[in-house]
């Protein structure tokens, strides 16, 4: 069963940073293309990051270039985003899922919260 836990997430201040974690467990992570996917209230969720299975080729949304960086450790089933320089319009409820997601592997997410 595929369990995917992210943690990290919290209240700071805009201009602030955070780093959030994916620890996955019941699937081949190293073989596995991941990302990031984040939901607003009231919004759709939506893509922020993707990384391919060895962590060579990302790919980040126009609205966090320069600003969110994406990667990962295979050695512990693990991926990350480290968010500098977080804005206002960056609160939500961050998931990571394969890329693109499979509606089963859904976790419960990390809520970021960013104030002005």
């Known amino acids: 069963q595929v369990q995917l836990v992210e943690s990290g997430g919290g209240l700071v201040q805009a201009g602030g940073s955070l780093r959030l974690s994916c620890a996955a467990s019941?699937?081949?992570?190293?073989?596995?293309?991941m990302g990031w996917f984040r939901q607003a209230p009231g919004k759709e969720r939506e893509f922020v990051a993707s990384i391919n299975y060895s962590g060579r080729i990302t790919t980040l949304a126009n609205s966090v270039k320069g600003r969110f960086t994406i990667s990962r450790d295979n050695a512990k089933n693990t991926m990350y985003l480290q968010m500098n320089t977080l804005k206002p319009e960056d609160t939500a409820v961050y998931y990571c899922n394969r890329n693109p997601p499979v509606m089963d592997w859904w976790g419960k997410g990390t809520p970021v919260t960013v104030s002005s």
């Open positions: 019941g699937l081949p992570f190293d073989i596995v293309g």
